[in-house]
């Protein structure tokens, strides 16, 4: 089992960037694949980007993100980041990290079903 604390979340303006970091308590973090979602007011909880287990090797992306957003992993501080570029009032949400259990797997996932854990969520709020 595995418990998720996100933080970096604030107040930017568009344009800025900001990192998100999702710290992870308990063993084998390397076997889980990870994922950033986010959910606006009103809105269904969305993707934003996955990172496979292990190294993270392979990573997606969800459309509105793509080219803007990076997600990461470091392995040995139990922690998932998100960098986030380019900042549009668009992407105002709150952010959740998510973990799946996956110590076969070299794939990563954009499925909420997927994810047995998540995090509370952090506030991002971009100005216009």
């Known amino acids: 089992q595995v418990q998720l604390v996100e933080s970096g979340g604030g107040l930017v303006q568009a344009g800025d960037s900001l990192r998100l970091s999702c710290a992870a308590s308990g063993r084998s973090f390397s076997y889980y694949r990870l994922g950033w979602f986010r959910q606006a007011p009103g809105k269904e909880r969305e993707f934003v980007a996955a990172?496979?287990?292990?190294?993270?090797?392979?990573?997606d992306y969800g459309n509105s993100v793509k080219g803007r957003f990076t997600i990461s992993r470091d392995n040995a501080k139990n922690t998932v980041f998100l960098d986030m570029n380019s900042l549009k009032p668009e992407d105002t949400a709150v952010y959740y990290c998510a973990a799946d259990w996956a110590p076969r797997s070299t794939a990563y996932t954009s499925s909420l079903r997927d994810y047995d854990y998540w995090g509370q969520g952090t506030q991002v709020t971009v100005s216009s």
């Open positions: 990172i496979t287990s292990g190294s993270g090797g392979s990573t």
